[in-house]
C-alpha cells in the first residue's frame, strides 16, 4: 500500500475519538462540525434576516449584495442555504480565495462559469469579452449569472474596480452579472474608501450579521443535536448559560467548545456535559487565561482553538489506549452510573417507519389525504378520480406541494402529508398532524396514530409535503405588481389589520408600490423568498395569524 492509500485509510486521532463519542451519544453523524452544513443552518432571526437580505438582493435587476459579519458568524453558510434555494435557471460561480490578481480573478470567474474559449496567455481584455459573451449568450437563454466571492476582504482595491466593471454589462431591465460579497467588518471600511464609492454606490442590499443572542445558544445547541439524530438534552440550562459567556454567541466557537465537551463526557463516561467538564473543554480550546478571565478570546484565535482540539483529542486517545480503559457506551452502563435518562422507553422499536402490513400500501396517499382533509373539517372522495387539489378546490380551499425540512414546516405550522420510506426502500404516504421539538404524531393508514421520535421521522422522509391552506379570495396566481382584483384588497386589509389600523375606501384593489414595499418587509422579517411578489408561502404565513379555525402543526 502506497502513501496515498495510507492516508485514506487511517483514521486521524480527531476523527477516531468524535466517531467513538458518535457512537456513544447514539448521533447519526457529528453535531459540532464546523464545516458549513446547511442542514445544520439555526436560523435565528439575524441568520434570518441575512438570508432575506440575500434573496432580496438577488431578485432585484442586478448590482452587488453585500454580507459581513465576523469570523465564524455563519455567513458562509448562510450564502449557502441561499444557493440552495435559487431558481434552476441561475448559473452561480464561487470563489474561495479572493487573493488574485485582476487576470486570474477573471481566469477564475471564466473557470467558474465553464467559460472554455480562453487560453492560458490570454489578456484581461480577451477574458472580459469572454465573460461578456457568456453572459450576453445566457440572457438570451432566459438564463441569470451570480458570482460569489468569500473573504471579500482581501480583494485589492483594483480587484474590486474590475468586479464593478464587470456589472456595467446590462439590458434595458436589468444587469447582466450579480455579485455577493462575503467578507469580516473591515471590507465594510474597505467600500467606504475614496477609490471605490462607484462599487458602493451599486450595492442593493447590505447585512451585518452579529453573533447569537444569549437566548439563542440554547435553540442553536438544540437544533443541531437534533439535526444529529439526539433529542436528549445534553447540556443542561446552566451549561449553556456558561457556553454563551465563553463564545459571546459566536455560532463556530460554540461549535468547537460543545463538540470537545461532549468529548470530555465521553472519555469520563458521563451522560451529559457538566460546568466542570465544560471548563476543562474550554481551558484546552480557549486557554486556561481565557477562562479564568471569564471571556472569550478575540475572534482570530478560533484557528488556535481548533487546533487545541484536535491535540486534547490525541491526548485522550493516548491515555484511554495506554491504560486499557474500555469505556461502555451509556446505554450498557449500569443504571447507578447514569444521572438522567438517555432514551425514552416508548420508542425503542422506532429505528425507522413502516406501514402496516394488513393494509394495502397502494392506498396510502388517499388515506393520508382523507386525514388531511377531515383535519380541515372537509370532505374527502378517495375514490372517483378528482385530484386532491380539485377537491381542496371544490370545498374554497387550496393545496400546495413543496420540498423542504421540518424547520419549514414548523414555520408553516399547518398539518401536512408526507412521502415517507421504510428501510427497504418501499413508499408509502402518512399525514403529520402534530410536531414538537423531540416528537412527532402521524396518521399512517386508516386510524393508525403513531407517536414516532423526530429521529425516526428524518430517517423516513423524503422531504416531500403536501398541505391545505386558505386562499385569499379570487386567488390564483402570485400578487405582484399589475395585480388587481380582491385578493389585492384582501391582502392590504391584512396588512392594515397587522398595523392597527382600517383600510381607508381610497386605496384600490391595484398592487401598487406601496403594497409592494409592505409585502417586502414581512418577507424579510419572515426570512422568505419572492421579494415583492405575494405567491403561496408569503400568503400562508399571513393568513396564520388571522385564520383561527385552520388546524395547528404545533399546539
Request: aromatic content about 6%; overall charge neutral; proline content about 4%.
Amino acid at each position: 500500500m502506497d502513501a496515498i492509500d495510507r492516508n485514506r485509510t487511517i483514521m486521524s486521532p480527531h476523527s477516531q475519538t468524535i466517531s467513538m463519542y458518535k457512537d456513544y451519544f447514539a448521533f447519526s453523524e457529528q453535531p459540532f462540525s464546523i464545516v458549513p452544513d446547511t442542514r445544520y443552518l439555526y436560523l435565528s432571526g439575524r441568520h434570518r434576516e441575512a438570508l432575506a437580505h440575500l434573496l432580496y438582493g438577488v431578485e432585484t435587476n442586478g448590482g452587488f449584495v453585500l454580507l459581513t459579519g465576523d469570523i465564524g458568524t455563519g455567513k458562509t453558510t448562510v450564502c449557502r442555504c441561499l444557493l440552495e434555494n435559487l431558481p434552476d435557471n441561475c448559473d452561480v460561480a464561487f470563489i474561495y480565495n479572493p487573493k488574485l490578481t485582476v487576470s486570474e480573478l477573471l481566469a477564475t470567474i471564466c473557470e467558474e462559469f465553464g467559460i472554455h474559449s480562453f487560453g492560458a496567455d490570454s489578456s484581461n481584455k480577451s477574458l472580459v469579452d469572454s465573460i461578456n459573451a457568456y453572459l450576453l449568450d445566457g440572457h438570451g437563454r432566459g438564463r441569470k449569472a451570480l458570482l460569489v466571492i468569500d473573504e471579500a476582504q482581501n480583494l485589492s482595491a483594483d480587484v474590486l474596480e474590475q468586479l464593478r466593471l464587470l456589472t456595467n454589462l446590462e439590458t434595458n431591465e436589468r444587469k447582466l452579472l450579480q455579485i455577493i460579497l462575503l467578507g469580516q467588518p473591515e471590507l465594510q471600511e474597505i467600500l467606504e474608501s475614496k477609490e471605490l464609492r462607484q462599487l458602493a454606490q451599486r450595492i442593493v442590499a447590505r447585512y451585518h450579521l452579529k453573533p447569537l443572542a444569549k437566548s439563542e445558544v440554547a435553540a442553536y445547541v438544540k437544533h443541531r443535536l437534533t439535526v444529529a439524530g439526539s433529542g436528549r438534552q445534553l447540556f443542561p440550562p446552566a451549561t449553556l448559560r456558561r457556553v454563551y459567556q465563553l463564545s459571546k454567541g459566536v455560532p463556530r466557537l460554540i461549535n468547537l467548545l460543545c463538540d470537545r465537551a461532549l468529548l470530555g463526557a465521553y472519555v469520563q463516561g458521563k451522560s451529559h456535559v457538566s460546568n466542570r467538564i465544560l471548563a476543562q473543554a474550554a481551558r484546552e480550546v480557549l486557554g486556561e487565561k481565557v477562562v479564568r478571565a471569564g471571556r472569550t478570546r478575540s475572534i482570530g484565535s478560533l484557528a488556535a482553538a481548533s487546533i487545541a482540539l484536535t491535540c486534547s483529542a490525541v491526548l485522550a486517545i493516548a491515555y484511554y489506549q495506554q491504560n486499557n480503559v474500555s469505556v461502555i457506551p451509556i446505554d450498557s452502563q449500569p443504571t447507578t452510573t447514569i444521572t438522567a435518562p438517555i432514551t425514552d422507553s416508548r420508542f425503542a422499536d422506532y429505528d425507522q417507519l413502516v406501514w402496516p402490513e394488513q393494509m394495502e400500501r397502494s392506498n396510502s396517499e388517499s388515506m393520508a389525504m382523507a386525514t388531511l382533509f377531515n383535519l380541515w373539517g372537509l370532505n374527502y372522495r378517495i375514490r372517483g378520480g378528482e385530484s386532491f387539489c380539485s377537491q381542496a378546490g371544490s370545498q374554497e380551499m387550496s393545496c400546495l406541494s413543496d420540498r423542504g425540512g421540518l424547520s419549514d414546516l414548523r414555520r408553516l405550522n399547518l398539518p401536512a402529508v408526507l412521502q415517507l420510506k421504510d428501510a427497504h426502500g418501499g413508499e408509502f404516504y402518512a399525514a403529520l398532524t402534530s410536531l414538537n421539538d423531540s416528537t412527532a404524531v402521524l396518521a399512517i393508514g386508516n386510524g393508525n396514530i403513531k407517536e414516532v421520535p423526530i429521529s425516526a421521522l428524518e430517517k423516513s422522509w423524503k422531504g416531500t409535503y403536501t398541505i391545505l391552506w386558505r386562499a385569499p379570495p379570487d386567488y390564483h396566481t402570485p400578487l405582484k405588481a399589475g395585480t388587481k382584483g380582491k385578493a389585492v384588497e384582501w391582502l392590504r386589509q391584512q396588512f392594515a389589520n397587522a398595523n392597527g389600523r382600517h383600510a381607508t375606501a381610497k386605496t384600490s384593489p391595484d398592487f401598487d408600490a406601496d403594497l409592494a414595499r409592505q409585502v417586502t418587509e414581512f418577507q424579510i422579517a419572515e426570512g422568505l423568498p419572492q421579494q415583492g411578489i405575494a405567491g403561496p408561502l408569503t400568503l400562508i404565513r399571513l393568513t396564520a395569524r388571522t385564520d383561527v379555525n385552520a388546524p395547528r402543526l404545533m399546539k
